[in-house]
Structure formats: structure tokens, C-alpha cells
């Protein structure tokens, strides 16, 4: 059974900054790309972010570039998302998600998806 477990959301300042992870079980964890998603109230589900199996490509949406960091480690199946500079519109729940790619490289518009598995959400709150 696959499971996505994420971690690390709370409230924060805007300014501030926050370290989200995701740890996944019950897959090959080096054979995936993790994403990294959010969805805000009204508002549909975005792509923020995704690495590779590797870490060797990362994609960041063009509103968190510069401010958002991903990587990973596999050794621990664990994929971070380093949230910095965080502004009120950054409120979201967020998702981490796993795609399977073996030991190549999704296309650009692949890595926005689809996934093949979610994570539970996690709510990051930046006041104003």
C-alpha cells in the first residue's frame, strides 16, 4: 500500500518561511518524481513544483521561482519543499504527489501531471 505522508504546514508571518516534507512507503521511491501542488480557497488545484528521481531537474512554477526550494533524499523517501519569502496569496493546502518514471525524465508538461499518487493535504496559513 503506497502512502504520501506530508509534513510541516502551520501559520507563519508573511516574510517567513516554511519546511514542508513528504515522506513516502510502499514504493520505489528513486523511481519517482515527486510534485508538489496547491490549492487555495475558491481556487483550483496548482502546480508549484517537481523534482526528478534524481533530483537533476527541478521545475517550479513561475509564482513561487526564487522563493520555493525542492529536493530530496532518497536514502529516506523523503522530498522537501522550502518555502521562503511566503506572502498571504501562498495560503494554501498543499499536496505533495508521486509519478512514476523510472530512471528517465518526464516531458515539461508531464511533470504537471497526472500523478499516480497523493499525499494528504496540508494547510500553510501566512498572515498579512
Known amino acids: 500500500q503506497v502512502q504520501l505522508v506530508a509534513s510541516g504546514g502551520g501559520l507563519v508571518q508573511a516574510g517567513g518561511s516554511l519546511r514542508l516534507s513528504c515522506t513516502a512507503s510502499?514504493?520505489?521511491?528513486?523511481?519517482?518524481?515527486m510534485g508538489w501542488f496547491r490549492q487555495a480557497p475558491g481556487k483550483e488545484r496548482e502546480f508549484v513544483g517537481a523534482i526528478s528521481w534524481n533530483g537533476g531537474r527541478i521545475y517550479y512554477a513561475d509564482s513561487v521561482k526564487g522563493r520555493f526550494t525542492i529536493s530530496r533524499d532518497n536514502a529516506q523517501k523523503t522530498a522537501y519543499f522550502e518555502m521562503n519569502s511566503l506572502k498571504p496569496e501562498d495560503t494554501a493546502v498543499y499536496y505533495c504527489?508521486?509519478?512514476?518514471?523510472?530512471?528517465?525524465?518526464?516531458?515539461?508538461?508531464?511533470?504537471?501531471?497526472?500523478?499516480?499518487?497523493w499525499g494528504q493535504g496540508i494547510q500553510v496559513t501566512v498572515s498579512s
Open positions: 510502499g514504493l520505489t521511491f528513486s523511481s519517482y518524481f
Open positions: 504527489a508521486a509519478r512514476y518514471s523510472g530512471h528517465t525524465y518526464l516531458s515539461d508538461s508531464s511533470v504537471r501531471g497526472p500523478y499516480d499518487y
